[in-house]
Nanobody
Framework: QVQLMESGGGLVQAGGSLRLSCAAS????????MGWYRQAPGKQRELVAT???????MYADSVKGRFTISRDNAKNTVYLQMSSLKPEDTAVYYC??????????????WGQGTQVTVSS
């Protein structure tokens, strides 16, 4: 089993910054992809940014130039540095990881989510 532990959410004023962290632990052989999704009230969960193991990071158009995703492979951790936050960034942010487990199974895992609230 693999666990994803998120941290770093909170309340911030518009224009401010936050950094989210997500650490993976458990039966990990290798991590193929780590990323962040978000879900605002009444809306579908959407991609924010991903960081696959090939290094080709991808961002939603709405966060390009404001958010930066990075990985520390030694720590099995992914970060999301969020700057110039807007009220429309308010959502629950979920970490997602595609893991090759020690049982040699490619498995998708989700974190429990962390709330980000941006006040105007």
């Amino acid at each position: 089993q693999v666990q994803l532990m998120e941290s770093g959410g909170g309340l911030v004023q518009a224009g401010g910054s936050l950094r989210l962290s997500c650490a993976a632990s458990g039966s990990i052989f290798s991590i193929k992809n780590m990323g962040w999704y978000r879900q605002a009230p009444g809306k579908q969960r959407e991609l924010v940014a991903t960081a696959p193991s090939d290094g080709n990071t991808m961002y939603a158009d709405s966060v390009k130039g404001r958010f930066t995703i990075s990985r520390d492979n030694a720590k099995n951790t992914v970060y999301l540095q969020m700057s110039s936050l807007k009220p429309e960034d308010t959502a629950v942010y979920y970490c997602r990881s595609i893991v090759l487990t020690t049982a040699q199974r490619m498995t998708l895992y989700w974190g429990q989510g962390t709330q980000v609230t941006v006040s105007s």
